[in-house]
């Protein structure tokens, strides 16, 4: 079997991080798994081995791992050393999917050890290349990306000297697919780009096809949808060329995954018209790959992600026709995990479709009997796991909580067992949902655990279901653009639900609102890292700390939106004990039907009544049962960690009946984390680069020309302070990367349009020769930064906009000063009226830098001044400019 053939199909088991997108689980990531490790070419591999390699690649790891400690036994017995290595490799391949780590790292550091000593196999023969690729993959498993890219270029280095451009080449997708594990996009980035370009210059063959579609299905993981839409093109090209119908479907296969992937894009930005177009797109392209002469695990993959896309556009009749088919095609699947993950599948699938249309759960409770059967048969530990969980949700649905449970247990023991993390929360989440059924009612059932009360059970199970995540969130932050589809759909209710449990009673402990308040900043940085898709440094300085000894004045505000009701929790400066709000006993659609009207209104300037009455029910939600606390303790700025649609309502607007809360109060934004130690600025020795551009280039339709920018720049020079400048066409991405990088800045301030997307990709400032995108920013600045402890102070954003108001678009803003290095940012929550933000920029100017004056109170008196101008006294034009990050 060609190499690069056994590599594709050995792809899916390998890649197992779908399971944090269960409901995207369909869409198939085609990723890469180690070299099956062959001995010398004038070595006869025996038929034990041959069996065994097919038994791994059909995914039955137990049964290869037999025939292969047979064939050990015969290379001990007649002294073939090399042939014994070549076994140990093999064997170190399956140990590692059957969760043996520790087994499978003992057996590869043997394979090494006697390369080494054996003449001719160390440093330079492919053994010994194949033997640091599986040790990669183990490092790799193990949570040692650092170290499996260190391995794998030695892989490389070998196949290089060899003259093997292909296996050099997967080597260096697996490389790109570790830095992306270390959240090192960019870099990830480069490698896929460079191996695309490799693979142009390669005559057209099967396995440049092969590595093509694999390089694609890592961009597409990396989020470069387009980039990753080209290779399956080219992909298609080359099978349709070599009349190879498996190449070719599964190209089609690839392109329907990657145009669903732009689809959940298009669904969190909240074009849900956008959405449904592509989602057909992608049925027409899983259509093509369905083909009778398609090998049958592509034609099932390819249905199974169909009938998911059908029942997602709500295709009813035409879901229901095709399941039955899927149903028919299973048992001819060879017995393998492939076959086990694509029943599950499509189990899942008829779970979702049993929302809306009934099917029997007797027939869906068949099929993963099936599976279990199966799974147990090949003593694959993963796919045991796997398997039961979902049955356990079966009896979830059916509100068999007992069995539920039993089943839900021994999956959650399986994954634990063999340290699988990413799908271990998923069971205790489910076990704290199976404890907990309603909503906020935790009910008895038996003997569970003795005399432990079953909310605090419960409580416990989604703590571990939370530490669980935060000990993969590198993971996730390496997954693809539609992460934030399911991010919300997989990963965010876990925070919620265990908020929910600790603040469902009406007193709840100090112990609970502190655990409330620690998973709400995590979830923040969470979604932060998700937006981003890559990691971000973590709080160092906690926000107690700098209220408790930097600003004593100031008290944090943290708020979540639940089903039922809006919970608030206040810490007041120089007070360890947390205050917990009488919780706000509205539904979900009520609070979000009040930010709606109030996010409109805030936008019309002829509605002030609208905005005023809208406003003052979210100041009674947030402000007013503290007022009292508040003049107590002298406090004189609010800091806000928001949730959900609340993110989009500049604070500042709140109204309590006679004055809006920036009149008695400075406002900022926080995210659970400060990118450094916050530091107030000083007037003195500010410097500012500013840059402004009145009229967009063609380039970047949809953006009209700002005529005030020019005289805004002007203003900020006549203040007094230092200002550097590149206008108009001298703004340029080139000029102002080298601008910057001459001297050290502590503001940048850039007077351009700009545009928060839903995503990193859609998330840019506009330059005189097109987009500087938010992705650009961290390299843009990084002369900015020659330590953690530097970088511009603020970076301002005077005429950037939100596409639709989506809360996730606002999470841009607070990307854009996290790539930038910055201690904070201000911009706009929508389009701001380009004569109102010169008096603006003036008046904060004049006040930025001051003693005793803060960021946060500079940009207070900047709105205050515009209240007070007839002009511009609506909060459409005051109201959007926000502080994120550092309020000193």
Same mark, same amino acid.
């Given at each position: 079997?060609?190499?690069?053939?056994?590599?594709?199909?050995?792809?899916?088991? /390998?890649?197992?991080?779908?399971? =944090?997108?269960?409901?995207?689980?369909?869409?198939?990531?085609?990723?890469?798994?180690?070299?099956?490790?062959?001995?010398?070419?004038?070595?006869?591999?025996?038929?034990?081995?041959?069996?065994?390699?097919?038994?791994?690649?059909?995914?039955? =790891?137990?049964?290869?791992?037999?025939?292969?400690?047979?064939?050990?036994?015969?290379?001990?017995?007649?002294?073939?050393?090399?042939?014994?290595?070549?076994?140990?490799?093999?064997?170190?391949?399956?140990?590692?999917?059957?969760?043996?780590?520790?087994?499978?790292?003992?057996?590869?550091?043997?394979?090494?050890?006697?390369?080494?000593?054996?003449?001719?196999?160390?440093?330079?023969?492919?053994?010994?290349?194949?033997?640091?690729?599986?040790?990669?993959?183990?490092?790799?498993?193990?949570?040692?990306?650092?170290?499996?890219?260190?391995?794998?270029?030695?892989?490389?280095?070998? #196949?290089?000297?060899?003259?093997?451009?292909?296996?050099?080449?997967?080597?260096? @997708?697996?490389?790109?697919?570790?830095?992306?594990?270390?959240?090192?996009?960019?870099?990830?980035?480069? *490698?896929?780009?460079?191996?695309?370009?490799?693979?142009?210059?390669?005559?057209?063959?099967?396995?440049?096809?092969?590595?093509?579609? $694999?390089?694609?299905?890592?961009?597409?993981?990396?989020?470069?949808?387009?980039?990753?839409?080209?290779?399956?093109?080219?992909?298609? /090209?080359?099978?349709?060329?070599?009349?190879?119908?498996?190449?070719?479907?599964?190209?089609?296969?690839?392109?329907? $995954?990657?145009?669903?992937?732009?689809?959940?894009?298009?669904?969190?930005?909240?074009?849900?018209?956008?959405?449904?177009?592509? !989602?057909?797109?992608?049925?027409?392209?899983?259509?093509?790959?369905?083909?009778?002469?398609?090998? @049958?695990?592509?034609?099932?993959?390819? !249905?199974?992600?169909?009938?998911?896309?059908?029942?997602?556009?709500?295709?009813?009749?035409?879901?229901?026709?095709? #399941?039955?088919?899927?149903?028919?095609?299973?048992? !001819?699947?060879?017995?393998?995990?492939?076959?086990?993950?694509?029943? *599950?599948?499509?189990?899942?699938?008829?779970?979702?479709?049993?929302?809306?249309?009934?099917?029997?759960?007797?027939?869906?409770?068949? %099929?993963?009997?099936?599976?279990?059967?199966?799974?147990?048969?090949?003593?694959?530990?993963?796919?045991?796991?796997?398997?039961?969980?979902?049955?356990?949700?079966?009896?979830?649905?059916?509100?068999?909580?007992?069995?539920?449970?039993?089943?839900?247990?021994?999956?959650?023991?399986?994954?634990?067992?063999?340290?699988?993390?990413?799908?271990?929360?998923?069971?205790?989440?489910?076990?704290?949902?199976?404890?907990?059924?309603?909503?906020?009612?935790?009910?008895?059932?038996?003997?569970?655990?003795?005399? %432990?009360?079953?909310?605090?059970?419960?409580?416990?199970?989604?703590?571990?279901?939370?530490?669980?995540?935060?000990?993969?969130?590198?993971?996730?932050?390496?997954?693809?653009?539609?992460?934030?589809?399911?991010?919300?759909?997989?990963?965010?209710?876990?925070?919620? /639900?265990?908020?929910?449990?600790?603040?469902?009673?009406?007193?709840?402990?100090?112990?609970?609102?502190?655990?409330?308040?620690?998973?709400?900043?995590?979830?923040?940085?969470?979604?932060?890292?998700?937006?981003?898709?890559?990691?971000?440094?973590?709080?160092?300085?906690?926000?107690?700390?700098?209220?408790?000894?930097?600003?004593?004045?100031?008290?944090?505000?943290?708020?979540?939106?639940?089903?039922?009701?809006?919970?608030?929790?206040?810490?007041?400066?120089?007070?360890?004990?947390?205050?917990?709000?009488?919780?706000?006993?509205?539904?979900?659609?009520?609070?979000?039907?009040?930010?709606?009207?109030?996010?409109?209104?805030?936008?019309?300037?002829?509605?002030?009544?609208? *905005?005023?009455?809208?406003?003052?029910?979210?100041?009674?939600?947030?402000?007013?049962?503290?007022?009292?606390?508040?003049?107590?303790?002298?406090?004189?700025?609010?800091?806000?960690?928001?949730?959900?649609?609340?993110? /989009?309502?500049?604070?500042?607007?709140?109204?309590?009946?006679?004055? #809006?809360?920036?009149?008695?109060?400075?406002?900022?934004?926080?995210?659970?984390?400060?990118?450094?130690?916050?530091?107030?600025?000083?007037? +003195?020795?500010?410097?500012?680069?500013?840059?402004?551009?009145?009229?967009?280039? +063609?380039?970047?339709?949809?953006?009209?020309?700002?005529?005030?920018?020019?005289?805004?720049?002007?203003?900020?020079? +006549?203040?007094?302070?230092?200002?550097?400048?590149?206008?108009?066409?001298?703004?340029?991405?080139?000029?102002?990367?080298?601008?910057?990088?001459?001297?050290?800045?502590?503001?940048?301030?850039?007077?351009?349009?700009?545009? =928060?997307?839903?995503?990193?990709?859609?998330?840019?400032?506009?330059?005189?020769?097109?987009?500087?995108?938010?992705?650009?920013?961290?390299?843009?600045?990084?002369?900015?930064?020659?330590?953690?402890?530097?970088?511009?102070?603020?970076?301002?954003?005077?005429?950037?906009?939100?596409?639709?108001?989506?809360?996730?678009? *606002?999470?841009?803003?607070?990307?854009?000063?996290?790539?930038?290095?910055?201690?904070?940012?201000?911009?706009?929550?929508?389009?701001?009226?380009?004569?109102?933000?010169?008096?603006?920029?003036?008046?904060? #100017?004049?006040?930025?830098?001051?003693?005793?004056?803060?960021?946060?109170?500079?940009?207070?008196?900047?709105?205050?001044?515009?209240? +007070?101008?007839?002009?511009?006294?609506?909060?459409?034009?005051?109201?959007?400019?926000?502080?994120?990050?550092?309020?000193?």
């Amino acid at each position: 079997m060609n190499l690069s053939i056994t590599r594709f199909l050995l792809s899916l088991p /390998r890649w197992l991080r779908y399971v =944090f997108l269960a409901l995207i689980i369909a869409i198939i990531c085609i990723l890469t798994s180690p070299v099956i490790a062959k001995n010398s070419p004038e070595s006869v591999i025996n038929s034990q081995e041959s069996q065994a390699q097919i038994l791994y690649t059909e995914g039955r =790891f137990a049964e290869s791992i037999i025939l292969l400690k047979q064939s050990l036994q015969d290379y001990q017995n007649n002294g073939d050393q090399v042939g014994k290595a070549v076994i140990l490799i093999n064997m170190a391949l399956n140990y590692q999917q059957t969760g043996e780590i520790q087994e499978a790292n003992k057996t590869i550091v043997e394979a090494m050890n006697i390369l080494q000593k054996t003449p001719n196999y160390s440093q330079s023969s492919a053994i010994w290349a194949q033997a640091w690729d599986v040790k990669a993959s183990l490092q790799l498993a193990q949570g040692k990306p650092e170290d499996a890219v260190l391995s794998w270029q030695q892989a490389e280095a070998i #196949y290089k000297k060899l003259g093997d451009s292909n296996k050099a080449i997967l080597m260096g @997708i697996n490389q790109g697919q570790a830095l992306q594990n270390l959240g090192l996009y960019k870099r990830a980035n480069a *490698v896929f780009q460079n191996l695309a370009a490799t693979l142009q210059n390669q005559p057209d063959s099967l396995t440049k096809a092969i590595n093509i579609r $694999n390089v694609g299905g890592a961009l597409r993981v990396l989020g470069d949808l387009e980039k990753a839409k080209s290779n399956f093109e080219e992909s298609l /090209r080359i099978g349709q060329k070599l009349q190879s119908q498996e190449i070719i479907a599964s190209a089609y296969l690839a392109l329907g $995954n990657v145009v669903r992937a732009d689809a959940n894009v298009k669904t969190a930005q909240g074009n849900i018209a956008a959405a449904r177009e592509k !989602k057909v797109a992608a049925i027409n392209f899983y259509q093509k790959a369905e083909v009778d002469k398609t090998p @049958i695990q592509i034609q099932i993959k390819a !249905k199974i992600n169909r009938l998911r896309l059908l029942i997602e556009i709500e295709k009813w009749q035409e879901a229901e026709l095709l #399941y039955p088919q899927i149903q028919n095609l299973i048992p !001819k699947l060879s017995l393998g995990r492939a076959g086990i993950y694509a029943q *599950v599948n499509f189990a899942q699938s008829l779970m979702k479709l049993n929302e809306e249309k009934p099917v029997n759960l007797q027939t869906i409770a068949q %099929i993963l009997a099936v599976a279990r059967q199966q799974a147990e048969q090949i003593q694959d530990v993963r796919s045991q796991s796997f398997v039961l969980g979902n049955l356990g949700h079966i009896y979830e649905l059916t509100k068999q909580w007992n069995i539920a449970q039993d089943l839900t247990q021994k999956a959650l023991n399986l994954s634990q067992s063999i340290q699988a993390q990413d799908i271990t929360y998923r069971w205790q989440w489910q076990i704290g949902r199976i404890l907990c059924q309603g909503e906020n009612e935790c009910y008895q059932q038996g003997d569970i655990k003795g005399a %432990i009360p079953t909310e605090r059970l419960a409580i416990a199970t989604y703590t571990e279901a939370f530490n669980t995540l935060q000990s993969i969130r590198g993971d996730l932050v390496a997954s693809s653009a539609d992460v934030q589809y399911s991010f919300k759909e997989s990963v965010e209710p876990v925070y919620r /639900r265990l908020v929910n449990l600790l603040l469902q009673s009406p007193e709840p402990s100090q112990d609970n609102l502190k655990q409330a308040r620690q998973v709400l900043e995590t979830l923040q940085v969470a979604k932060l890292q998700n937006f981003l898709q890559q990691a971000c440094q973590d709080s160092k300085l906690q926000l107690d700390e700098v209220i408790d000894t930097k600003d004593k004045t100031a008290a944090v505000i943290y708020s979540i939106i639940l089903n039922d009701r809006l919970e608030v929790i206040l810490r007041e400066p120089n007070n360890p004990n947390l205050y917990h709000y009488p919780a706000t006993k509205l539904s979900k659609q009520e609070i979000e039907n009040t930010l709606t009207n109030l996010y409109k209104s805030l936008q019309d300037p002829g509605a002030y009544e609208e *905005v005023q009455t809208a406003g003052q029910k979210v100041y009674n939600w947030l402000i007013k049962p503290i007022e009292e606390k508040l003049e107590k303790s002298k406090i004189n700025t609010l800091i806000f960690v928001l949730d959900g649609s609340l993110r /989009r309502i500049p604070m500042a607007a709140l109204y309590d009946g006679e004055k #809006y809360l920036m009149e008695k109060y400075a406002v900022s934004l926080a995210l659970g984390l400060q990118v450094r130690d916050p530091m107030p600025l000083q007037r +003195k020795e500010m410097k500012i680069l500013a840059a402004s551009l009145i009229d967009p280039p +063609k380039s970047v339709p949809g953006f009209a020309s700002l005529p005030g920018v020019a005289q805004e720049v002007r203003e900020i020079q +006549k203040t007094g302070v230092s200002v550097s400048w590149i206008a108009e066409q001298e703004f340029t991405n080139q000029n102002f990367n080298k601008k910057l990088n001459t001297a050290k800045f502590d503001i940048v301030h850039l007077a351009t349009h700009g545009f =928060f997307g839903a995503d990193r990709e859609n998330t840019f400032v506009v330059t005189a020769d097109g987009k500087l995108k938010i992705a650009e920013f961290d390299r843009l600045f990084r002369t900015q930064r020659k330590s953690a402890n530097e970088g511009i102070e603020l970076l301002i954003l005077s005429a950037c906009q939100t596409a639709t108001g989506n809360d996730q678009e *606002v999470m841009g803003i607070a990307g854009t000063t996290v790539q930038a290095g910055a201690s904070s940012a201000i911009a706009s929550l929508w389009d701001l009226d380009d004569q109102s933000s010169v008096p603006f920029i003036k008046e904060f #100017y004049q006040h930025l830098g001051e003693p005793n004056i803060s960021r946060a109170e500079a940009l207070r008196l900047a709105q205050q001044a515009l209240l +007070k101008d007839p002009n511009y006294d609506h909060p459409r034009f005051w109201a959007p400019y926000v502080l994120v990050g550092s309020w000193l």
